[in-house]
């Protein structure tokens, strides 16, 4: 049996140490042998959850699958994990510290099986090196604070190519953006995440992970039914029960303005506001308040809830609001006459498009307007990531494509890292994928068209529609 002990100090304190630590999934974070763990039952973490983790040694490539045998939140947990070379039992005790912080203990039995077992004696200092440099890198994960996110230069040759830009949109883009990522160690107890179309898809995922990280959740929805049923299920899975959900069509103003005055009664700031409901229409559609619903879905709508949630938003003190947009949108250039789209030729991709684009220009003229709020304003997009939404709207890609789309949850990171980060809340009014800022325009074209003018007339357009459509037309809109 060869036994390693090591002990670090952080200044988090038990609570967020023990949050952090516990979910095994973080080993790949921290440890450098371990290069991808994954929980496998569902749940909270509790006794009994499972971990697999692969784990690259200098014995060769192990699997080893871990199994919580004992857990006390916030002061012990003990993992026996089991491999074909070795079995190990990790005991890791939190203990706080007189000035807030922790004490951490990290035990590993490992007792090696086969021929391997005759080998201890030769093992042993490797092992004892790995050991410090595991906890090591849990400190750093812990207790470094990363510099603010830059675009890598590889990323910036493939975005100035295109197409090589392009097929990072593909889950290769998320393999090779995650060997570059620092680890994400935020605690969000506390803060306030309000997500729009979290019943599916990237918004579901981001929601789970937020809720995992201790958020409490305002989940907003359109259908009862999904909404009840999704509540149920993120509180089963992550343990966390400060999870609510918000009837809202987000595509009627009058919906936008009722959630609004709900949220403002309630009177709990925001911290982080995800504006992430989005559809593409197919055939042109207009909402019962006579709107085109692309327009009014991807644009007017997330424009309308965040300005209207202003108080909530700076009553947080450094909120994080996220619009996810699309790579579609480097399609198309902005051109404000164009955004509600008319009958003839009507394309929902292309309408899609316009009011992503749109979307990500307001991202960058709220960012400039509320810094000194203090409010932080970044888009993401997610690259192709297979969900529902792609599936119903774009099968024919959805087939094509199908063997490269990333996951939900691969799609969700960024927005996850985004709303969670230490590092990503230093930074406003950018374009987000995998972590990274990266170009507002793959095409030399649409760059060109956005000039100041045209930035200028889609904040007039907008400021004009919001007066146009006041609260009391979109109440007698939609109750026609
Ligand atoms: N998946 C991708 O590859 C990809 C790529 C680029 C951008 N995006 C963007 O990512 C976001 C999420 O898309 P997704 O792929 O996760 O699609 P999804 O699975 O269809 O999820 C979309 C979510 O938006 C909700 N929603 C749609 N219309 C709504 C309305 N009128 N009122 C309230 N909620 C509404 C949906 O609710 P229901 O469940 O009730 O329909 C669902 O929760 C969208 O903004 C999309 O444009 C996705």
Not at 57 to 83: K, Q
Request: proline share 5%; hydrophobic share 40%; glycine share 8%.
């Amino acid at each position: 049996m060869i036994t390693l002990e090591e002990s670090i100090d952080v200044t988090r304190p038990p609570a967020e140490t023990f949050r952090y630590v516990s979910d095994f999934r973080t080993t790949a974070e921290w440890d450098a042998t371990a290069f991808r763990a994954r929980k496998d039952t569902p749940g909270p973490i509790r006794e009994g959850t499972e971990y697999l983790v692969d784990c690259s040694l200098p014995v060769g490539s192990v699997r080893i699958r871990y199994r919580v045998t004992a857990l006390r939140p916030g002061e012990f947990i003990e993992l026996v994990g089991n491999s074909r070379l070795f079995t190990v039992t990790d005991r890791i005790t939190f203990t706080p510290r007189d000035d807030g912080g922790t004490h951490i203990d990290y035990v590993a039995d490992f007792a090696y099986k086969g021929p391997l077992a005759s080998l201890e004696g030769a093992l042993r200092e490797g092992m004892e090196r790995m050991g410090r440099k595991a906890l090591e890198g849990m400190r750093h994960a812990l207790e470094d604070r990363p510099p603010p996110p830059v675009i890598s230069s590889c990323n910036e040759r493939a975005d100035r190519m295109v197409l090589p830009g392009l097929a990072l949109f593909s889950r290769l883009g998320y393999r090779r953006g995650r060997k570059r990522w620092e680890p994400l160690s935020a605690d969000l107890s506390g803060r306030h995440a309000v997500i729009t179309g979290a019943s599916s898809g990237i918004g579901r995922a981001a929601a789970l992970r937020l809720a995992e990280l201790g958020a409490s959740l305002t989940l907003v929805m359109r259908d009862a039914g999904k909404a009840e049923a999704t509540v149920a299920a993120l509180r089963a899975e992550s343990g966390n029960e400060a999870i609510r959900a918000e009837l809202a069509d987000l595509a009627l103003m009058a919906d936008v303005d009722a959630l609004v005055t709900r949220l403002k009664t309630s009177g709990e700031p925001i911290d982080i506001l995800v504006n992430n409901a989005g559809a593409l229409f197919n055939p042109r559609q207009e909402t019962a308040e006579g709107l085109e619903a692309s327009f009014a879905l991807l644009l007017l709508s997330p424009y309308r809830l965040t300005r209207a949630l202003l108080p909530l938003l700076e009553a947080g003190g450094g909120a994080r609001v996220i619009n996810v947009v699309s790579g579609g949108m480097y399609s198309r250039p902005l051109e404000v006459r164009k955004l509600v789209a008319r009958e003839e030729n009507y394309s929902g991709s292309v309408a899609y498009a316009r009011c992503k684009r749109a979307l990500m220009v307001t991202t960058e003229q709220w960012a400039d307007a509320w810094a000194e709020r203090g409010i932080v304003v970044n888009a993401m997009h997610p690259g192709w990531a297979d969900t529902p939404g792609v599936e119903s709207s774009l099968p024919g890609f959805h087939r094509l494509t199908r063997r490269i789309l990333r996951s939900p949850e691969e799609g969700a990171d960024t927005v996850v890292w985004l709303a969670a980060a230490p590092e990503a809340g230093e930074v406003s009014g950018l374009l987000f994928l995998d972590r990274e800022p990266r170009t507002t325009h793959l095409l030399a074209r649409t760059a060109a068209q956005e000039t100041a003018e045209e930035r200028e007339a889609l904040r007039e357009f907008l400021a004009a529609q919001e007066a146009a459509f006041p609260a009391d037309v979109a109440k007698s809109a939609a109750a026609r």
